[in-house]
């Protein structure tokens, strides 16, 4: 029988991508300075009670232990090198944006760094007041309300560097950052 056959064009040929290549936990945690604890609890779930006793989410959501989860683009679950069990991996996005974290919020580490098991921490455990000659640790990242009475600028009276402030803040940067 005289069937013709025909050809499919061969298909284009896709340029090589290269996976990025993640870190470990402990290894992230090493270039941050700060413990592997840390980096775990802010990468998954980290639960602050707010002024009226309200749970607000203050991790970054990237993560699921329990669930064995990980949001796409910020990291991975991977083999170890042992191959026995498996380690987290994080990509360059979790980095920067925990690098930020650290550098917008330092008194949150701080508090993860002095109680890294808790269940819930407190607004106070978060943002405490800073003291009168606040230049180093926790507290540097916070700002001094204005000299002599009242803080001029916030809602209501309130004090723009305050707790309730802060909160606010965090929140709204940690919806910025796009990991929820």
Avoid: H
Wanted: glycine content about 16%.
């Amino acid at each position: 029988a005289g069937g013709r056959v025909r050809c499919a064009p061969p298909m284009p040929s896709l340029p090589m991508v290269i996976p990025e290549r993640g870190q470990s936990e402990r290894d992230l945690a090493q270039r941050l300075n700060v413990p592997t604890v840390v980096v775990a609890r802010l990468s998954g779930s980290v639960t602050l009670l707010d002024g009226g006793g309200r749970k607000v989410e203050i991790g970054l959501g990237i993560k699921s232990r329990r669930q064995r989860l990980v949001a796409v683009g910020w990291g991975r679950l991977g083999p170890s090198a042992g191959g026995s069990d498996e380690v987290w991996e994080y990509l360059g996005l979790a980095e920067r944006t925990l690098r930020e974290y650290q550098a917008e919020f330092p008194s949150v580490f701080a508090m993860l760094l002095c109680k890294p098991r808790a269940d819930a921490y407190s607004l106070a455990d978060a943002f405490p007041a800073p003291e009168a000659e606040a230049g180093w640790g926790p507290t540097a990242g916070i700002l001094l309300p204005p000299k002599g009475g009242a803080a001029a600028g916030g809602e209501g009276g309130e004090d723009p560097a305050g707790p309730a402030a802060r909160l606010r803040a965090l929140k709204a940067w940690l919806e910025g950052t796009g990991s929820r």
